[in-house]
């Protein structure tokens, strides 16, 4: 059974990066799949960031990519976000998943970590 | 940016009706959807996915249909737990987008 769960600090400030971790377990990410991140500002919708491949292949966000980077670590079955010049418009839920299909990069999630909220305040 | 609309934004019902969700997408997707149950302080569930398959371990109630542009889940007859916010999500050029959602309510 794949999980994922996800890590990083709570509160960010303005202006700052923001960092996260989703730390994979029951399957090895370098035997494929594309892995994502995806947020949730508090009461509304969901939002795609960007999706990363054990190569370092990725998918970005059109609308996040100038301040997004995604990366993956195989030795240590996790892989990353880095989120820049945050304002509080990036409060929000932040969710890694996996994507179901195993022939492309951007596709439907069928595993979920189970979300770690994020403040970005002073 | 293809863009998906759901309807109704509300849907309010009783235990064992039936509930029908609806996702337009702006440009065709094909079949290219998912649609998603997301429960309060949960994760999003994959329900459908290629618009009419249903993912591992989802009751047969659920049913995904539509193709093109106009797509629609429907559960058959609503259990408890069934009350819930569920997302439709395509994937297009590149990019992956969600609905703003329905929320399903106890009438």
């Known amino acids: 059974q794949v999980q994922l769960q996800e890590s990083g600090p709570g509160l960010v400030k303005p202006s700052e990066t923001l960092s996260l971790t989703c730390s994979v377990s029951?399957?090895?990410?370098?035997?494929?799949?594309?892995w994502g991140w995806i947020r949730q500002p508090p009461g509304k919708g969901l939002e795609w960031i960007g999706n990363?491949?054990?190569?370092?292949?990725?998918y970005y966000n059109p609308s996040l990519k100038s301040r997004v980077t995604i990366s993956v670590d195989t030795s240590k079955n996790h892989f990353s976000l880095r989120l820049s010049s945050v304002t509080a418009a990036d409060t929000a839920v932040y969710y890694c998943?996996?994507?179901?299909?195993?022939?492309?990069?951007?596709?439907?999630?069928?595993?979920w970590g189970q979300g770690t909220l994020v403040t970005v305040s002073s | 940016e293809n863009v998906l609309t759901q309807s109704p934004a509300t849907l309010s019902l009783s235990p064992g009706e039936r509930a029908t969700l609806s996702c337009r997408a702006s440009?065709?997707?094909?079949?290219?959807l998912a649609w998603y149950q997301q429960k309060p302080g949960q994760a999003p569930r994959l329900l459908i996915y290629?618009?009419?398959n249903r993912a591992a371990g989802v009751p047969a109630r659920f049913s995904g249909s539509g193709s093109g542009t106009d797509f629609t889940l429907t559960i058959s007859s609503l259990e408890p737990e069934d009350f819930a916010v569920y997302y439709c999500?395509?994937?297009?050029?590149?990019?992956?987008?969600f609905g703003p959602g329905t929320k399903v309510d106890i009438k």
């Open positions: 998943a996996k994507v179901g299909r195993d022939d492309g990069g951007i596709d439907y999630f069928d595993y």
């Open positions: 029951g399957y090895s990410i370098s035997s494929g799949f594309y």
């Open positions: 990363i491949f054990h190569s370092g292949s990725t």
């Open positions: 440009q065709s997707v094909f079949t290219s």
């Open positions: 290629d618009a009419s």
């Open positions: 999500q395509q994937r297009s050029n590149w990019r992956v987008t």
